[in-house]
Nanobody
């Protein structure tokens, strides 16, 4: 069983930065081969992929965040981090950590609010 615990959300002004962290617990042998990523869901909208990184491959980003967000993972620590810069009001959402894709494991979500 894999459990994911997120931290780092909050309220930030437009143009500001936030760093989201996710720690996974469970079998390293199960988690390490899986993709790790972040999704988000804004009110009234579907959950969407923000960024994802494979076990040994390069990251992929949604077009809306490319150049502003950076995802990184540490397989030894079983963590995945999303550094978010130049935040916009449209980035406001609940952000979810994910391991293993949409049919995989999910964190409880952390609120990110971008507002002046």
């Amino acid at each position: 069983q894999v459990q994911l615990v997120e931290s780092g959300g909050g309220l930030v002004q437009p143009g500001g930065s936030l760093r989201l962290s996710c720690a996974a617990s469970g079998s390293r042998f199960s988690i390490s081969p899986m993709a790790m990523g972040w999704y988000r869901q804004a009110p009234g909208k579907q959950r969407e992929l923000v960024a994802i990184v494979g076990s040994g491959g390069g990251p992929n980003y949604a077009a809306s965040v490319k150049g502003r967000f950076t995802i990184s993972r540490d397989n030894a620590k079983m963590t995945v981090v999303l550094q978010m810069n130049s935040l916009k009001p449209d980035d406001t959402a609940v952000y979810y950590c994910n391991v293993g894709g949409r049919v995989g494991y999910w964190g409880q979500g952390t609120q990110v609010t971008v507002s002046s």
